[in-house]
Protein backbone atom coordinates (compact mmCIF):
# COMPACT_ATOMS: atom_id res chain seq x y z
CA UNK A 1 0.00 0.00 0.00
CA UNK A 2 1.49 3.61 -0.87
CA UNK A 3 1.56 5.97 1.60
CA UNK A 4 1.64 9.73 1.38
CA UNK A 5 3.81 11.73 4.13
CA UNK A 6 3.74 15.61 4.23
CA UNK A 7 5.98 18.44 5.84
CA UNK A 8 6.36 21.94 5.91
CA UNK A 9 3.51 23.68 7.36
CA UNK A 10 3.48 25.85 9.84
CA UNK A 11 2.60 29.46 10.99
CA UNK A 12 3.83 32.30 8.63
CA UNK A 13 3.96 36.37 8.43
CA UNK A 14 2.31 38.06 4.80
CA UNK A 15 5.60 38.27 2.48
CA UNK A 16 6.62 35.08 3.92
CA UNK A 17 7.48 31.72 2.45
CA UNK A 18 7.21 28.02 3.24
CA UNK A 19 8.54 24.95 1.57
CA UNK A 20 5.96 22.13 1.77
CA UNK A 21 7.40 18.10 0.82
CA UNK A 22 5.55 15.13 0.10
CA UNK A 23 7.41 11.56 0.13
CA UNK A 24 5.83 8.08 -1.18
CA UNK A 25 6.54 5.07 0.15
CA UNK A 26 4.88 1.28 -0.71
CA UNK A 27 5.04 -0.44 -3.92
CA UNK A 28 5.28 2.02 -6.73
CA UNK A 29 5.69 0.70 -10.09
CA UNK A 30 5.75 4.04 -11.82
CA UNK A 31 4.79 7.66 -11.07
CA UNK A 32 2.06 9.76 -12.50
CA UNK A 33 1.00 13.09 -12.17
CA UNK A 34 2.19 14.36 -8.71
CA UNK A 35 0.29 17.18 -7.35
CA UNK A 36 -0.79 20.07 -4.13
CA UNK A 37 -4.42 20.71 -3.81
CA UNK A 38 -5.52 23.07 -1.02
CA UNK A 39 -8.93 23.54 1.11
CA UNK A 40 -9.79 26.15 3.18
CA UNK A 41 -12.77 26.46 5.81
CA UNK A 42 -15.91 26.65 4.11
CA UNK A 43 -14.28 26.53 0.46
CA UNK A 44 -13.67 23.39 -1.64
CA UNK A 45 -10.51 21.60 -2.36
CA UNK A 46 -8.67 23.31 -5.13
CA UNK A 47 -5.70 22.24 -7.19
CA UNK A 48 -2.77 24.42 -6.19
CA UNK A 49 -0.11 22.77 -8.94
CA UNK A 50 0.65 19.54 -10.27
CA UNK A 51 3.46 18.64 -12.34
CA UNK A 52 3.86 15.26 -14.40
CA UNK A 53 6.67 13.11 -15.09
CA UNK A 54 7.81 14.88 -17.70
CA UNK A 55 6.47 18.11 -19.36
CA UNK A 56 5.50 21.45 -17.66
CA UNK A 57 3.62 21.90 -14.48
CA UNK A 58 0.48 23.58 -13.88
CA UNK A 59 -0.89 26.24 -11.79
CA UNK A 60 -4.01 28.21 -10.61
CA UNK A 61 -4.08 31.42 -11.57
CA UNK A 62 -3.68 32.49 -7.79
CA UNK A 63 -0.51 31.31 -6.83
CA UNK A 64 1.42 31.42 -10.94
CA UNK A 65 4.92 33.57 -9.95
CA UNK A 66 4.47 32.76 -5.93
CA UNK A 67 4.52 28.96 -5.96
CA UNK A 68 6.98 26.56 -7.64
CA UNK A 69 6.26 22.67 -8.04
CA UNK A 70 9.14 20.40 -8.36
CA UNK A 71 9.49 16.84 -8.05
CA UNK A 72 12.82 14.34 -7.13
CA UNK A 73 11.29 10.91 -9.11
CA UNK A 74 14.63 9.07 -7.22
CA UNK A 75 13.28 10.03 -3.90
CA UNK A 76 9.29 9.69 -5.04
CA UNK A 77 9.01 13.02 -4.08
CA UNK A 78 7.05 16.39 -4.89
CA UNK A 79 7.83 19.58 -3.41
CA UNK A 80 6.00 23.12 -3.22
CA UNK A 81 8.15 26.28 -2.41
CA UNK A 82 5.74 29.09 -1.65
CA UNK A 83 6.60 32.41 -1.86
CA UNK A 84 4.68 35.69 -1.19
CA UNK A 85 2.50 34.11 1.02
CA UNK A 86 -0.64 35.45 1.37
CA UNK A 87 -3.47 35.69 4.04
CA UNK A 88 -5.80 34.12 1.28
CA UNK A 89 -3.08 31.00 1.32
CA UNK A 90 -4.52 29.89 4.39
CA UNK A 91 -5.65 26.18 3.93
CA UNK A 92 -4.72 23.14 4.87
CA UNK A 93 -2.41 21.77 1.98
CA UNK A 94 -2.63 17.85 0.58
CA UNK A 95 -0.56 16.15 -1.54
CA UNK A 96 -1.94 13.83 -4.08
CA UNK A 97 0.41 11.34 -6.12
CA UNK A 98 -1.23 9.10 -9.34
CA UNK A 99 0.85 6.13 -9.70
CA UNK A 100 0.71 2.37 -10.96
CA UNK A 101 1.11 -0.34 -8.31
CA UNK A 102 2.26 -2.69 -11.36
CA UNK A 103 1.72 -2.96 -15.05
CA UNK A 104 -1.41 -1.72 -16.54
CA UNK A 105 -2.84 -0.81 -13.15
CA UNK A 106 -3.63 3.32 -12.01
CA UNK A 107 -4.27 4.31 -8.66
CA UNK A 108 -3.91 7.59 -7.13
CA UNK A 109 -2.92 8.11 -3.67
CA UNK A 110 -3.82 11.38 -0.64
CA UNK A 111 -1.52 12.86 1.98
CA UNK A 112 -2.80 13.55 5.46
CA UNK A 113 -3.01 17.49 4.68
CA UNK A 114 -0.88 19.96 6.32
CA UNK A 115 -1.83 23.29 7.41
CA UNK A 116 -0.76 26.13 5.91
CA UNK A 117 -1.54 29.59 8.18
CA UNK A 118 -0.65 33.08 6.66
CA UNK A 119 -1.11 35.44 9.34
CA UNK A 120 0.29 38.62 11.14
Known amino acids: QVQLAESGGGLVQPGGSLRLSCAAS????????MGWYRQAPGKQRELVAS???????NYADSVKARFTISRDNAKNTVYLQMNSLEPEDTAIYYCNLKFSPRWGVTSDVWGQGTQVTVSS
Open 26 to 33: GRIFSLGV
Open 51 to 57: IPNSGSA
